[in-house]
């Protein structure tokens, strides 16, 4: 390999960095990591031609750097351990000014490449604030790394990315892995990675808000300055998701519904097993239809391992055990079956906890109380685990991220619904918010719940407020004048109730919804149980118009043809509305032109209401909806 000929001394007086250093690396290197106080795309001037054969080639970059942020903001948002709804308006905020000053100050073709790296994920960017002991202070760093396979070059010194930074004397050293400087490198390498995951106590790490993105992805003009990457195309975030989990060796791949969770997972795999780097896989999820989605696709692509069936009436995790070498075992997902697992791999010689894979799909299912209780400290010491879920994150419950976060390991990619629609991979959709108000009855429902778990506390009894939240939110979701509301909405658009999935919280709910599409349609049927599986298979094969379902259908569902979503049982929680409203955004190929179309629901009188959950959830869709596909995609 021909490395890039660096001295290991530099200064602004006598040398050109761009020439030097810059332009030389980004031609030999497939990654540049960035440590600096001060980065303006000023820079980007400098070095346009050596980063335009960077992306030509699939380089990324990962950047760390400090916001332009008041004072005021500055302090606002180091002031609290965790940043909340408010204090992350304000950081957006504040971002968004910065964006405005840019279009100010760059050359328009600077500010054309700058959005156009952003946008292709050629350039990610997280912003890092001090605090704790130097929260009086700024990230003032400046150092990077390049990379190439196994080989890496780093250097370190007082010159910002900023046009200015290239006016002043500076200087910088130059460490080689190939030059007997390697632990240089390794130091920068892991000062860079302690940063970048969030695990430097005096920090505060953020990524770029979606909304930063969108604005910076408006500067583009109408043509990328420089080649399209190689492998950019669609679906180039599995590649990425891919890449990263090979180097990071566990973690968690957040991705949205029909992005290719599965496929990705699979490219893992194969790569795993073909560099002799793991022996065997274990894949664990709950729900017998996503498992055998699972097997469908391990057999397809793993014809000579040894495929062990551990769900359902089949028991092979005795097999498995006896013969782990080579070797595949779908397991399903409860804390009794991983224990005994872990149990027998236990008795292992060698090195099986550094051979080993495990596969946690749909993984915030693993966060829960029996997981927490029974398994902590178990799966973290596990070379290899991969967490997959289009909304990782377990909404209030501490206790079971926390789970995640030590024995899995950190969100490490991330590829969410805006960029599947934008990317052309998920469709466009219309959102309708349906609004309703309570009944008396309902109000007073409400009231005496809230009385009920009042007078516990009152009586130094224990309360579970997650318990009285789920019994008003039932109030909500099985309202009376919803159903009114939804036979005005369908007479005026029957076309609404074509490749319709409704979702309802009980049987009891939906028999009384019943009655309505009756007078409305004869091509609906319900799916509640697994004697009624064959009307999920008929709704595939379109002799079904309408499917009316509770949670079960959430996560066992891949049909293409959906094209309405209603949702009588609107949830909290994103992650439920995620998987929910992503089983209607999958592509057709039967339909090229397809558009969406989400029902909701929103309680009109906030007056006794919980938290008005209705009203966080319609401001997200609404934004969502407004996601387009870019035209540079289509």
Not at 145 to 168: V, W
Not at 357 to 378: I, K, Q, T
């Amino acid at each position: 390999m021909d490395y890039p000929k660096v001295r290991v001394c530099l200064d602004t007086s006598e040398d050109n960095l761009v020439d030097e250093l810059y332009t030389p690396c980004f031609e030999w290197a497939e990654r540049f990591d960035r440590g600096v106080g001060y980065f303006t795309t000023g820079w980007l001037t400098y070095n346009i031609a050596g980063l335009s054969d960077f992306a030509a080639h699939g380089g990324r970059i990962r950047l760390i750097t400090s916001p332009i942020l008041s004072q005021e903001d500055a302090d606002a948002i180091i002031s609290v351990e965790d940043i909340d709804s408010t204090k992350f308006a304000r950081f957006e905020a504040a971002l968004l000014q910065n964006v405005e000053a840019l279009k100010r100050e760059m050359q328009a073709d600077i500010m054309n490449a700058f959005s156009w790296m952003l946008y292709d994920g050629i350039i990610e960017m997280r912003f890092a604030i001090p605090c704790e002991k130097l929260e009086e202070g700024s990230f003032h760093d400046k150092f990077g790394i390049f990379y190439r396979g196994n080989d890496a070059l780093s250097f370190s010194g007082s010159i910002n990315d900023s046009r200015h930074g290239f006016q002043n004397y500076e200087s910088i050293k130059v460490f080689k892995t190939w030059a007997g400087t390697q632990e240089y490198v390794d130091a920068d390498i892991s000062r860079f990675e302690k940063i970048w995951t969030r695990k430097d106590r005096n920090l505060r790490i953020y990524t770029v808000p979606q909304a930063v993105k969108e604005k910076i992805f408006e500067l583009r003009t109408s043509r990328r300055p420089y080649s399209r990457p190689i492998s950019s195309n669609k679906w180039i975030h599995q590649d990425i998701a891919v890449k990263t989990f090979l180097e990071k060796e566990h973690g968690i791949l957040a991705m949205a519904t029909g992005t290719g969770k599965t496929v990705t997972a699979m490219k893992i795999i194969s790569r795993l097993f073909e560099n002799g780097d793991i022996r065997r896989v274990i894949i664990t999820m709950y729900g017998n239809d996503l498992l055998d989605q699972w097997a469908m696709q391990i057999r397809e692509n793993y014809k000579t391992k040894q495929i062990n069936y551990h769900y359902g009436p089949q028991k092979m995790m005795k097999n498995f055990i006896m013969h782990p070498d080579d070797s595949i075992l779908l397991l399903s997902r409860d804390s009794k079956n991983l224990s005994k697992l872990l149990d027998a791999l236990d008795r292992f010689p060698g090195n099986y906890r550094d051979d080993t894979l495990f596969v946690f799909d749909e993984v915030h299912g693993a966060g829960s109380s029996s997981f927490v209780e029974n398994l902590a400290g178990r799966i973290s010491p596990y070379r290899y685990r991969l967490g997959l879920s289009a909304t990782p994150e377990r909404e209030y419950d501490e206790a079971g991220n926390d789970f995640l976060l030590n024995e899995i390991g950190e969100v490490i990619f991330e590829f969410t619904l805006q960029d599947a629609i934008r990317k052309g991979i998920l469709c466009e959709f219309d959102y309708i918010a349906l609004p309703y108000a309570l009944t008396e009855t309902e109000k007073r429902k409400k009231h005496d719940i809230i009385a009920a778990f009042n007078a516990k506390r009152e009586n130094g009894e224990p309360v579970d407020e997650k318990e009285m939240f789920t019994q008003l939110a039932l109030v909500n979701k099985t309202a009376e004048n919803k159903l009114g509301e939804f036979e005005n909405l369908i007479s005026h658009r029957p076309e609404l109730l074509k490749r319709c999935i409704i979702f309802v919280q009980t049987m009891e709910y939906g028999m009384k919804l019943q009655e309505i599409l009756d007078r409305h349609s004869d091509k609906y049927h319900t799916y509640y149980a697994d004697d009624e599986k064959i009307n999920l298979e008929n709704f595939a094969q379109g002799k079904i118009d309408c499917l009316l379902t509770c949670k079960k259908v959430s996560e066992g569902i891949d049909i293409s043809s959906v094209t309405n979503i209603v949702l009588f049982s609107s949830d909290r929680s994103k992650l439920v509305t995620t998987q929910r409203i992503g089983r209607a955004l999958r592509l057709d190929k039967n339909n090229p032109d397809k558009r969406a179309t989400v029902v909701d629901f929103t309680i009109e009188d906030t007056e006794g209401n919980d938290d008005n959950a209705d009203a966080a959830r319609a401001e997200w869709l609404i934004e969502l909806s407004k996601t387009r596909r870019s035209e540079y995609e289509k």
